[in-house]
């Protein structure tokens, strides 16, 4: 803790040094933002930072190459090593942010005593069009000017910038290094930062020491960043004309790991059908079994202690759905014909699905309380000429037919055609339909199944909008494989207590929902019978879920709908170390799915770094309805791979650590 007195002396010496004051106002004007590798570990407010360290050394060939560069002189070697820390903790971010601070401590001086200053703030600018030669010389007069200016007391700087911000909780920079050949690591005591780094020179050897905080960063994450460091002193040393962007820091055993060791995960499975098949298939194995317990707009039946809550067994919403798609069928319905859906929560809703489906038709999913400008906007964009309510179904239910099956002999579509359509916002402010066909969902069926043992004796809630992909990922997996689903009356949605009792009462085994429901209906939890709970499309925490993990295994997911509902799956395990992190990962690609996170010239980048979320495999959907220019933007080769990069319209930042877990 400063003493008044001292505080004093800061100010006196700060009000002295005018010239370095403008330097320093300037240097640090447009507060920047503080240069971070992502933690392993969530930051708790007011615990003290436990360092550990790990050691390296730089020897043989790459000693004497920086030997050389550096001309044996200590203060050229530091600027290389921060030119190299700078550039890696640009990469480290993902490239997103030029603007890179790092700290560092004042030069040794013959008299130390009462020194005012004894941290220095280097902001650097990356251009990674620019060369090596190039930064190291911004470097070079960024050091000389931090040199210049190095009186003036960093606790005032701190004051002025962020005044809400402890001197020793690092304002401007959270990594740091310091050569002890010409710098003393006392001057950086003073200071909390994660991660600092230590050189020094002697013999013919550089000894490398990273002091990094454990309550932060995992030691596997330390050992990664130190072997980065070397390769990318490698690299960029080879030849300082080489440009910034075509250092490659991956080693290729990191690749292959990358590449292969994650995405180790392919099964077989049953490709050349439909989903209609497979309901059919189920249909012969169960077809007195309850397959939909809900809301009926047209029924006044009660089961249970709920108003207008019908069932369905297998043959009935079978017979239903024939009925719809003999008359669709006669609207022209067909191979990749698309028709709208407006239908609200209920069993004609699933009935509307199913029996598009049937008719060899795919299905775009709208909710009737959209705008109406919203709505026709998509009926204009997607070409719709047929459109079912509940005045259509009740249409074609008045017409029977018989139980010849028909339809279920008739080819009338294949795994390549159209299942359903999904508008997704995206970044471009308009909604663009998504073209998912059958073949993309029982891939993604295939590696659910492979996650999750699902039997008959499987209860599924409805609780994902129909006019998301995840509403398939409620659906199918059960109906096909004779379970059944409950579909909660609207009102009961809006009442979390009122769910919660349904999913009781109901004996509910499989709970699928947004992060921000789960943590509703937490508060409820544990239920007796449940014992899947699947989150997705926002980030979930431990706190959301501390109950309902009580009651089953919790799973995390992550995949947008341009590549079919799910691509990474991660099981909450409630360990000490899942609790310390930030959040609950992605976790490692579903089956048959690869996962790889590349930058922006689509090369991998390492573990730990942050990039954007590239899938690639059998549920890569066709593309946009009427875009072809967008879905060739989106939709690339990578490696003889058909890759999505869509992400929901914009880039996701993921950690490669994750994956690893």
């Known amino acids: 803790m400063k003493t008044s007195h001292f505080s004093y002396q800061l100010t006196l010496a700060a009000s002295q040094q005018q010239k370095e004051k403008k330097y320093w106002e300037e240097k640090l004007s447009n507060p920047p933002v503080k240069s971070a590798i992502n933690y392993d570990f969530k930051t708790i407010g007011g615990s003290e930072a436990v360092y550990r360290q790990l050691h390296f050394d730089i020897t043989g060939e790459l000693f004497f190459r920086l030997s050389a560069l550096s001309k044996n002189n200590d203060y050229t070697l530091h600027i290389i090593l921060c030119t190299c820390l700078s550039h890696l903790l640009f990469i480290y971010t993902g490239k997103v942010n030029p603007d890179i601070l790092i700290g560092t401590s004042i030069f040794k001086k013959t008299k130390e005593e009462g020194l005012m200053n004894t941290v220095l703030v280097l902001r650097s600018s990356i251009d990674e069009i620019s060369g090596v030669k190039d930064f190291l010389m911004q470097m070079r007069q960024t050091v000389l000017e931090a040199i210049e200016n190095q009186n003036y007391p960093f606790p005032v700087l701190v004051e002025h910038f962020v005044p809400d911000t402890p001197v020793e909780e690092c304002a401007f920079f959270d990594v740091a290094m310091i050569l002890e050949n010409i710098q003393s690591r006392v001057f950086l005591e003073d200071i909390s930062c994660p991660l600092i780094f230590s050189f020094n020179r002697k013999d013919e050897s550089i000894s490398c020491l990273i002091d990094y905080d454990n309550q932060l960063y995992k030691e596997d994450t330390i050992k990664r960043i130190a072997t980065h460091f070397q390769r990318w002193l490698e690299e960029g040393t080879k030849n300082i004309e080489t440009k910034l962007s075509q250092i490659d820091i991956l080693a290729e055993e990191e690749k292959r790991l990358l590449f292969e060791g994650f995405n180790n995960n392919r099964t077989g499975y049953r490709q050349e059908t439909t989903l209609n098949k497979l309901f059919e298939a ?42 719809l798609a003999s008359y669709l069928k006669r609207k022209g319905m067909g191979a ?20 598009i489906l049937k008719s ?23 070409n719709v000429t047929v459109t079912v309510d509940l005045d259509s179904i009740l249409e074609a239910t008045k ?3 018989g139980e010849d099956n028909s339809l279920r002999d008739e080819e009338i579509s294949s795994p390549g055609n159209l299942a359903y359509v999904i508008y997704t916002s995206g ?46 990922e409620e659906l ?96 909450y395990s409630a360990t000490e170390e899942d609790k310390r992190r930030p959040s609950i990962p992605i976790g490692k690609p579903i089956a048959n799915y690869n996962v790889l996170i590349l930058d922006e010239t689509m090369s991998l980048v390492p573990i730990g770094v942050v990039g954007e979320i590239c899938i690639s495999g059998p549920g890569v959907t066709r593309g946009y309805l009427n875009r072809p220019d967008l879905t060739a933007d989106k939709f690339c080769a990578f490696q003889g791979l058909v890759l999505n990069h869509a992400a929901h319209g914009a880039s996701i930042m993921f950690n490669n650590s994750d994956s690893a877990n």
């Open 476 to 571: 199918y997996p059960v109906l096909l494989r004779g379970g059944k689903m409950v579909i909660p009356p609207a009102r009961e949605y809006l009442d979390i207590q009122r769910l919660s009792q349904v999913i009781k009462l109901y004996d509910v085994s499989i709970i699928d929902c947004s992060p921000l429901l789960l943590n509703e209906l937490n508060k409820f939890a544990p239920f007796k019978n449940t014992r899947i709970i699947i989150s997705g499309g926002d980030v979930l925490r431990e706190k959301y879920i501390d109950n309902l993990v009580k009651s089953g295994n919790v799973y995390n997911t992550y995949g947008p709908t341009e590549t079919t509902i799910c691509a990474a799956y991660y099981r």
């Open 336 to 355: 990749d014909r698309i028709a709208a859906v407006i239908l609200e929560p209920s069993i004609e809703m699933i009935i509307g699905l199913l029996g």
């Open 360 to 382: 060899g038709g795919a299905y775009l999913p709208i909710a009737p309380e959209w705008p109406e400008e919203r709505i026709r906007y998509i009926l204009d964009d997607s």
């Open 399 to 401: 017409e029977l037919i």
């Open 282 to 323: 189920q249909l012969e194995r169960t077809p007195d079994r309850i397959a939909l317990i809900g809301s009926s707009l047209v029924s006044d039946e009660n089961h249970g202690d709920f108003p207008n809550i019908n069932q369905l067994t297998y043959r009935e919403l079978n017979h239903k759905a024939d009925m």
């Open 427 to 472: 970044s471009t402010g308009k909604p663009k339909g998504v073209l998912v066909e059958h073949g993309n969902v029982i891939a993604n069926l295939a590696a659910f199944y492979n996650q999750f043992d699902i039997t008959q004796n499987d209860t599924v809630i409805h609780l994902s909008d129909y006019t998301f992909d995840a509403f398939a």
